[in-house]
Structure formats: structure tokens, C-alpha cells
């Protein structure tokens, strides 16, 4: 089995740092998180061709978008986009909780 780790965190900072990074991610365009994850996962099973095949497909695909069309009127304007298809981020878990 391969892993990729992208940051190390203490236990203790462990579930601030989990919510934070739910938080960031909710704050992203889920339409193209779900493409991201979609060309991720497809992706590593194939060629190095074949994946830059799938992802240029993926993002053709999301040129004809809504948050697409967004995203480049947010940058144009310097100002934060407002995603149509925004992920909603459940509350905060308490402390007390069990993560299963």
C-alpha cells in the first residue's frame, strides 16, 4: 500500500484541525471538489496519457458550469466567489463525541 501524507498534526490539535480543513473545503465550489475527487480516484489506476486525458475531460466538463462561470467573475472582480452548489458543512462535532 502507498500513502501520501500532507501534514502531521499532534493529537491533541487533531479535531480543531479536522474541522478547519472541513470548513475550508466547505467553503469550495462541490462541483468541483466531486470532479476532483472523481479524476483522483479514476485517475490512479491509469496511464500517465490516460490521466491527463481524463483530467483534461473533467475540466472541459466544468468550464460549462455555473460555479465555473463564478469563480472567473469572483477573481476578475477580487472578491470571494459565491458557490450555487456549495457544500454545507455539518456542525461542529463536541469534544465529548467518539469518532467512529
Do not use: N
Amino acid at each position: 500500500m502507498r500513502a501520501l501524507v500532507d501534514e502531521l498534526v499532534e493529537p491533541a490539535a487533531l479535531r480543531e484541525r479536522v474541522q478547519a480543513y472541513g470548513e475550508t473545503l466547505a467553503a469550495k465550489s462541490a462541483t468541483a471538489l466531486a470532479a476532483i475527487r472523481r479524476t483522483v480516484t479514476l485517475g490512479g489506476g491509469l496511464s500517465f496519457e490516460e490521466g491527463m486525458t481524463c483530467e483534461l475531460e473533467t475540466v472541459v466538463g466544468l468550464a460549462d458550469t455555473p460555479d465555473f462561470a463564478e469563480g472567473v467573475d469572483a477573481f476578475l472582480a477580487k472578491r470571494r466567489p459565491v458557490w450555487r452548489h456549495a457544500a454545507t458543512l455539518r456542525p461542529s462535532i463536541p469534544p465529548s463525541s467518539t469518532i467512529v
